[in-house]
């Protein structure tokens, strides 16, 4: 992987032992007519749609100066066992990077665009350029209604922004398909020998988080948010700096995000990655009451809490369309666990 530049730049909810919430019977079901409801004074959402912007590409490939490049972002994702952890045997699934910036960089200009659902990108840029790299960054950016900043920084290297490039090429007179681009994964056996994937899986578990929303609120703003991974963050309290961020967790203004081998790695923990979007999702757009601590299947927990993590791990499985929630850990990712969220055969229900 590469770190290309800096872009600009107690909550402590435990992700990794989950609570199940579950069913004590039969209730009245509410709806309310939009008329009627109330939103909280922190709610910044709003669903009516104005003009949104994403990355700006100011040349035009109608021009006879102009030709177009275009191609293809992907990355690896590394499968789960049934019992949650890693599956190296299997053939990792190539996935499309979606909504990603992506920058044609050149001397003396970059254009740039944004991926679509299927990791497509075209950029129109100068002919008769030399020396051009095509630059994909793990963020995702629009400015307007909707609008969204949703970043993936390598904390323990002042937050730099994670990306992947080409090699250089020269542009002349023609248009230029094919430039692709796939973040690989690369396992040796007992350790990754490239991971350059890492931050592009966790960009897409947010991709699907903050869709799920927009699927149903059209406008809505999201506050920018930074993804803090590293291949040194391990399960460690201490400074975020040195990799030691505790766990997996929503601060209540970033994530961070275990990446450490043989300890704990949540990168591939697609409902681990979402859980903690969630909790961010319900300070900024609602309100977050919980007082945090450790939580895991029949304990009884404070009602703020279990409301908190209850709502977590079911909106990951409604972003993934996945009941099945994965996290793997310990030596060579060999470890993990696994539930049925549909599962409500809890020791305490409540």
């Given at each position: ?47 009516v ?58 001397p ?181 009451d ?17 409301f ?7 909106y ?10 994965y ?21 305490n229900?409540?």
């Amino acid at each position: 992987m590469s770190i290309i530049k800096n872009k600009n730049g107690l909550v402590g909810l435990i992700p990794l032992l989950l609570l199940q919430a579950c069913s004590g019977g039969g209730g009245d079901s509410v709806t309310a007519s939009a008329s009627t409801v109330s939103v909280h004074p922190r709610a910044a959402i709003q669903c009516v749609v104005g003009a949104t912007s994403g990355p700006v590409n100011n040349l035009d490939c109608a021009d006879s100066n102009n030709v177009s490049v275009s191609g293809v972002i992907s990355y690896d994702r590394v499968p789960h066992n049934p019992d949650g952890s890693l599956d190296y045997t299997a053939a990792f699934v190539s996935m499309p990077v979606r909504g990603a910036t992506v920058d044609a960089v050149y001397p003396g200009g970059v254009q740039s665009a944004a991926t679509d659902v299927n990791g497509n990108y075209q950029i129109c840029v100068p002919k008769d350029t030399n020396g051009m790299i095509i630059r994909a960054y793990a963020e995702m950016k629009a400015t307007g209604q909707p609008g969204w900043d949703f970043t993936v920084v390598d904390n323990t290297q002042g937050q730099a922004l994670y990306s992947i490039q080409t090699a250089p090429f020269n542009v002349l007179a023609s248009n230029i398909t094919a430039k692709n681009r796939h973040a690989q994964t690369v396992w040796g056996g007992s350790s990754y020998t490239k991971h350059e994937a890492a931050p592009f899986a966790i960009l897409d578990s947010i991709y699907d988080a903050y869709r799920t929303v927009l699927n149903e609120c059209k406008g809505a703003q999201f506050p920018a948010l930074k993804i803090n991974w590293s291949e040194n963050n391990v399960d460690v309290s201490g400074s975020p700096v040195d990799g030691n961020i505790t766990t997996t967790a929503f601060d209540g203004e970033q994530i961070y995000v275990l990446g450490k081998e043989d300890a704990d790695t949540d990168e591939y923990d697609g409902h681990v990655i979402i859980h903690e979007w969630a909790h961010y999702f319900e300070h900024n757009f609602s309100r977050l009451d919980s007082i945090g601590g450790s939580h895991s299947g029949g304990d009884i927990l404070d009602i703020r809490v279990a409301f908190s993590e209850g709502f977590s791990n079911a909106y990951s499985a409604i972003s993934t369309g996945d009941v099945n929630y994965y996290d793997s850990g310990g030596g060579n990712q060999s470890q993990g666990f696994f539930f049925n969220l549909e599962d409500n055969n809890c020791t305490n229900s409540g």
